[in-house]
C-alpha cells in the first residue's frame, strides 16, 4: 500500500505520529490492539491514555530542558501538546493534564481527521510485507508476539526494566488540619496559583519509621523472567529509593526545601510528602514520587502512617509493569529505520528516549519521516543543538555503547542538557565575576536560545503545520 503510513500503537509516540503525517497530507492507518488485548497497565481503549503520572514535568521553556522541548513541540503543531495546554491542571512550574479528558481529546482529533483511520486489534508479530512505509511505536508495553518477531528479526535480546505507578488519593480523605497547600518556593506554573501541591509533614522520628517500613514492607514478587530486570533510575519504586540509605528519600522525592508548613510556619519539617491534582474536578491526587512494588495491603497499612493521610481513601493503589525498548544506537539509522529492515521505523519509548513528552517528541519526528517518504522526499532532521535533534542524535548515535552484564550500556534518558552541544558562557559580566549558580543559569538559557532560534530555521516554510 504504498504512499500509506501504517503506525502501530496509538500512545503518545503513534497518536503524534498519525498526526504529523496526515497533517502533511498522508494517509494513515493507525493500529492499537486496545480494547481488544488489554495490558496490565492500561484501562481504557483510548488514544495517548497516561499510566503513570498524570504530569509532563516542567513547562519552563527559558531554562529547562523538558520545558524546551515542550515549546519545540508546540511550534511544531503537535496535537499532544495541543490537547495537553487545553486540559492542563494546576502543578505549580509543571504542566499536568486531567487523564481522561486529554485521552479522551486526543482520540477524538484523531478519529475526525480525514485521512487517518484508526483500526483495533493486534498485530501479530511483523506487519504484513506489502506495508512498505511502518512506524512501530508500540512503547513499554510492547505485545509479547510483536516483541518476539522484533527480537528474532534483529538477533537481539530485548533490554527492559520496570516502571512502577504512583498510588492516587481521595482528595476529600485527606486530614488538612495536618496538611496545606504549597508549590515548592510558591512557585506558579502553567494554570497554577503557588499553592498547587498537598503536603504532608513527618517530623524526624516519623520519617525514620516509614523508611523502615517501606524496606520491611511486603513486595510484589516476580515471575522467573522478570527477577533480572533491571529499574529506570528515573522511576523507582519509592521502597527501592528508600533502600540506597537512610537520608535518600529526604534528598529526593520527600525533599522539604521551599516548603513551610502552614499550621506551624516556625518548625520545619524533617521531610514532606507532596500529592498533585490527578483530574480536573480537584477530586483525585496523586502521591508525587511515590511509584511502588508494595502490595495493596502493605500499601494502605504504610501509607496511612504519613502524618494527614491517616484516614486516606485511595482511587488507585500503586502498581508495576515492565518496559521494553530496543539498542537504537546498534538498530536505527539516523532516521529511526531499522537497518535491516528500512521499511519499519521505531517511535516513542521503544527506541530508549524515557518520558511522556520525550516520547512524544520521537513519535512526531517520525511521522514527519515517515510522511516525506511517502511522498518521495528525503525528511530533513533539527540539527542536534535543538530538543528534538538531541533526543534522536542521542537513540542513533549520541549513546557511546560499552557492555555491562547485560551485553550493553544503552540505557533510557530523558531529555537533558547534556544532551545537547556545549555553549561557551562568559565567567564576567560587566566586568563582575559570575558565580557558579549564576553560570549555571546564564548556560541553560544559552542552551534554550541557540535552540529555539535554530529549530524555527529548520521548521521553515512549509515544515510548520496546526494542532488545531
Not at 487517518?116 to 512506524?135: K, Q, R, S, Y
Not at 565567567?427 to 549558580?437: I, Q
Amino acid at each position: 500500500m504504498s504512499g500509506v503510513v501504517h503506525i502501530i500503537g496509538a500512545g503518545l509516540a503513534g497518536s503524534e505520529a498519525a498526526w504529523q503525517a496526515a497533517q502533511f497530507g498522508v494517509r494513515v492507518v493507525l493500529h492499537e490492539m486496545r480494547p481488544e488485548r488489554g495490558t496490565d497497565a492500561h484501562k481504557t481503549g483510548n488514544c495517548a491514555e497516561l499510566v503513570c503520572s498524570n504530569s509532563f514535568r516542567s513547562d519552563d521553556a527559558d531554562t529547562n530542558a523538558v520545558g524546551l522541548l515542550h515549546e519545540e513541540m508546540r511550534r511544531a503543531g503537535s496535537l499532544v501538546m495541543s490537547m495537553a495546554d487545553r486540559h492542563k491542571l494546576p502543578a505549580g512550574g509543571a504542566l499536568a493534564v486531567d487523564r481522561d479528558v486529554f485521552s479522551t481529546a486526543v482520540t477524538a482529533r484523531l478519529r475526525e481527521h480525514p485521512l487517518i483511520t484508526l483500526e483495533t486489534g493486534e498485530i501479530a508479530g511483523l506487519p504484513p510485507d506489502d506495508w512498505d512505509n511502518v512506524i512501530i511505536a508500540t512503547g513499554p508495553l510492547t505485545s509479547p508476539s510483536l516483541a518476539d518477531a522484533i527480537r528474532g528479526l534483529t538477533g537481539e535480546t530485548d533490554l527492559a526494566f520496570f516502571d512502577a505507578i504512583a498510588p492516587i488519593v481521595y482528595r476529600d480523605s485527606i486530614d488538612f488540619d495536618v496538611a496545606w497547600m504549597q508549590s515548592r518556593y510558591d512557585k506558579a506554573g502553567p494554570g497554577g496559583t503557588g499553592k498547587d501541591y498537598i503536603n504532608c509533614p513527618l517530623d524526624r522520628a516519623q520519617y525514620e519509621a516509614f523508611v523502615e517500613a517501606l524496606i520491611t514492607g511486603d513486595k510484589t514478587s516476580f515471575k522467573e523472567w522478570e527477577a533480572s530486570t533491571p529499574y529506570f533510575d528515573g522511576c523507582l519504586p519509592i521502597e527501592v529509593m528508600a533502600a540506597r540509605g537512610p537520608e535518600t528519600l529526604r534528598h529526593g522525592p520527600m525533599k522539604p526545601r521551599g516548603l513551610t508548613n502552614a499550621h506551624k510556619p516556625t518548625e520545619k519539617p524533617y521531610a514532606v510528602v507532596q500529592l498533585r491534582q490527578d483530574n480536573r474536578l480537584g477530586t483525585l491526587y496523586n502521591m508525587v514520587g511515590f511509584q511502588t512494588k508494595l502490595k495493596h495491603g502493605e500499601q494502605v497499612r504504610i501509607f496511612r502512617s504519613i502524618p494527614g493521610l491517616e484516614n486516606a481513601e485511595f482511587a488507585r493503589l500503586g502498581g508495576l509493569h515492565r518496559n521494553t525498548f530496543i539498542n537504537s544506537p546498534r538498530l536505527l539509522d539516523g532516521e529511526l529505520r531499522l537497518k535491516m529492515a528500512p521499511r519499519l521505523r521505531f517511535a516513542g519509548q521503544i527506541t530508549g528516549v524515557e518520558g511522556y513528552v520525550e516520547s512524544a517528541a520521537i513519535g512526531l519526528m517520525a511521522g514527519r519521516l515517515a510522511a516525506a517518504q511517502a511522498k518521495g522526499e528525503r525528511g530533513a532532521l533539527p540539527p542536534a543543538t535543538t530538543a528534538h535533534g538531541a533526543l534522536v542524535n542521542h537513540i542513533t548515535g549520541g549513546h557511546i555503547e560499552t557492555t555491562d552484564a547485560r551485553g550493553s550500556s544503552f540505557q533510557p534518558m530523558n531529555v537533558n542538557f547534556g544532551l545537547f552541544p556545549p555553549v561557551d558562557v562568559p565567567r564576567t559580566l560587566h566586568g563582575k565575576r559570575l558565580s557558579h549558580a549564576d553560570r549555571a543559569v546564564a548556560r541553560k538559557r544559552a542552551y534554550t536560545r541557540r535552540a529555539l532560534t535554530d529549530f524555527d530555521a529548520w521548521l521553515g516554510t512549509g515544515r510548520a503545520i496546526a494542532a488545531e
